[in-house]
């Protein structure tokens, strides 16, 4: 049982690092794209807070 559970521990640690390694490659291929969207997203909180905190001052 100890030995089953040693090799589990190191297929997940294996897993981990291909679904790592994985993703990077993916987000060096989407780069521009997420940047794109980040920045998208990034604006429209800004403009939420703006408006919440335009509200918040009105009377």
């Known amino acids: 049982m100890k030995k089953f559970y040693k090799m ?3 297929i997940m640690i294996m897993g981990v690092i291909l679904v790592v390694i994985l993703s ?4 060096v291929s ?4 997420k940047d794109q969207i980040v920045r998208q997203s990034v604006s429209h909180m800004n ?10 001052r009105k009377p």
């Open 47 to 56: 403009k939420l807070l703006v408006e919440v905190t335009e509200n918040g």
């Open 30 to 33: 989407e780069s521009q794209r």
């Open 24 to 27: 990077h490659f993916v987000t």
């Open 8 to 10: 589990s521990i190191r």
